[in-house]
């Protein structure tokens, strides 16, 4: 979003403000997530790449070989002139695991399992792993924002597929500046903590941290909270908020194949009935 000359950026970042009355905030806990996940698959590729594909194009072994001939490369696919000749000799000819002379190349994947089973299953998990480190920051999308609507008096949101709540004149937040190595930070900063109530069942609590990670400025958390408690009193907006874009920022490095959560459409209608029904 391309904001105008007399209107600059909001002064805390994880804001937006889409309507007078709406603040939307970002969920804290995503960015580190999204960080280290990003983290993960950079230094994952670059091992696979050193470990792996480096080696394959140089005609060296790489680790993976011993277990493509366990499934079958060399004589059930591919070429593998060790693996075909352990199908050859030890197994068609000196009939080890079980084997005998008209065993088939399956067969002998088979019976290799049965004798060792741990030596398929270990692979395969290490495997897995690799592929989610590998992928998994691909996948992991931006959740929904939380909502502060003044108009309504509420604060609320999604989280694991339920509706959170709670109305302003309750609204409280906690500050507490963390220890965070991936920014740099000890104690300095950090996120905004607030409790909001299940819809279904008030009794029932849920922690959100709030605000954009990583932090741009010291005690972010405290300063966006404090915002936030003028802004849903009614005073006069802070000047930390009261520019902010319509629209939430997305970070390149926040991106996703899957794009980003967004609020349902009949959250505001939602809000005002759990409301009016004295919650």
């Known amino acids: 979003m391309v904001l105008s000359p007399d209107k600059p950026v909001s002064g805390l970042d ?22 280290v996940a990003g983290l993960v698959a950079l230094a994952t590729w670059l091992a696979t790449f ?10 060296q072994a790489t680790p993976i070989d011993n277990f493509l001939g366990k499934i079958g490369r060399g004589y059930l696919w591919g070429e593998d002139p060790l693996w075909a000749q352990t199908y050859a000799n030890q197994c068609l000819t000196k ?4 084997c005998s002379g ?18 398929y299953i270990v692979p395969m998990f290490a495997l897995g792993l690799v592929t989610i480190c590998a992928f998994a920051w691909f ?6 924002l939380v909502r502060f609507n003044r108009k309504i008096g509420a604060v609320y949101g999604i989280s694991v597929g339920k509706f959170w709540i709670l109305p ?12 965070d190595p991936l920014s740099g930070r000890f104690k300095s900063s950090g996120p905004m903590t607030v409790w909001l109530r299940n819809a279904r069942k008030p009794s029932q609590k849920r922690k959100f941290a709030l605000g954009a990670y990583p932090p741009d400025r010291a005690e972010y958390g405290k300063q966006l909270g404090e915002a936030l408690e003028h802004f849903l ?36 209608i939602k809000a005002e009935r759990w409301l009016k029904n004295g919650y």
């Open 14 to 35: 994880g804001v937006s403000r889409p309507h007078a009355d709406v603040v939307e905030v970002a969920q804290y806990s995503f960015g580190r997530r999204k960080m």
């Open 233 to 268: 009193a009614g005073k006069p907006v802070d000047e930390r908020i009261a520019n902010a874009p319509d629209h939430m920022p997305l970070k390149w490095w926040e991106s996703s194949l899957f794009g980003v959560a967004r609020l349902p459409g009949d959250i505001d």
């Open 50 to 59: 050193w470990w792996l594909f480096l080696p394959y194009m140089m005609g």
């Open 95 to 98: 009939n080890y695991y079980g």
């Open 102 to 119: 008209d065993t088939t190349p399956f067969e002998y994947i088979v019976l290799q399992f049965y004798a060792n089973p741990k030596s």
């Open 168 to 179: 302003a004149a309750d609204f409280d937040f906690v500050y507490c500046g963390e220890w």
């Open 139 to 144: 996948f992991m999308r931006r959740p929904a």
